[in-house]
């Protein structure tokens, strides 16, 4: 796994949606209660913000709308300590920001998450609005398979950002993340067959190595298994 920091001013780049997270207060539930906290959320840019914590340099590629809420993102992206270098910004009339409500979970009752993502504008973003130069900047590149199913549109950048950054030195990150509200699972195990030829570091559930994979006997022999089958993979973690 190559990690050089020789010539590289990132220590870790991600690719992901970013959305507008809104929650209850005091734990009360959606369907009860009248205000809202907002915050960013995204499964890309919580890595970004807990490797920044770390004292690593970390950036984000997104596309956000070209708006207050836009505004209301960047700003939060820069207080986590994240750089916004290469955040895109849609100012087309349709451009929108992905929304998820999020009610937190108080035991035994789980957390409740309500997605409303459809149309928001990182499903137009396209390879070209990324600048050249990324590609060589990082040491790591780390995205999930949430930006494989989001859309086709996304699916087609995210495997070109993985071979770009590849092909620039960069170390390949790459969680399973399933989301079955987003894609089933033969397709997203063919895709995701796809990029694992490119991946160095994967993350990835044991049930979705069961289920998914189709793998069997102890976990431990099954995080091997990737290592054998994909002998670029040099990392795995689970849970």
């Not at 836009?70 to 270098?85: A, E, L, W």
């Not at 092909?167 to 399973?176: K, L, P, Q, R, W």
Request: charged residues 25%; hydrophobic residues 35%.
């Amino acid at each position: 796994m190559n990690i050089s920091a020789e010539g590289k001013s990132f220590d870790a780049l991600m690719f992901g949606a970013i959305m507008l997270r809104l929650s209850p207060n005091n734990n009360e539930r959606l369907t009860g209660g009248y205000l809202f906290e907002k915050r960013a959320g995204g499964a890309e840019l919580n890595v970004a913000s807990g490797m920044s914590l770390l004292g690593m340099r970390t950036g984000v590629i997104s596309k956000l709308p070209q708006n207050e809420l836009g505004k209301f993102i960047k700003n939060q992206i820069r207080f986590c300590g994240v750089s916004d270098d290469y955040l895109i910004y849609d100012d087309s009339p349709d451009a929108r920001l992905g929304i998820y409500y999020y009610e937190h979970g108080v035991h035994p009752r789980k957390p409740c998450v309500v997605y409303d993502r459809k149309h928001s504008s990182i499903n137009s973003i396209t390879l070209s609005e990324v600048p050249e130069e990324a590609f060589s900047s990082a040491r790591l590149f780390h995205t999930s398979g949430i930006s494989l199913a989001l859309s086709q549109q996304t699916r087609e950048v995210t495997i070109e950002l993985i071979k770009r950054f590849k092909e620039g030195g960069a170390a390949i990150s790459f969680d399973v993340n399933y989301r079955a509200n987003l894609w089933g699972e033969a397709e997203a195990r063919a895709t995701i067959e796809e990029i694992l030829p490119y991946v160095d570091v994967l993350f990835i559930s044991e049930e979705t190595s069961r289920r998914m994979f189709q793998k069997k006997g102890e976990l431990t022999d099954i995080m091997r298994s990737y290592c054998k089958e994909y002998h670029n993979i040099s990392l795995v973690a689970t849970t």
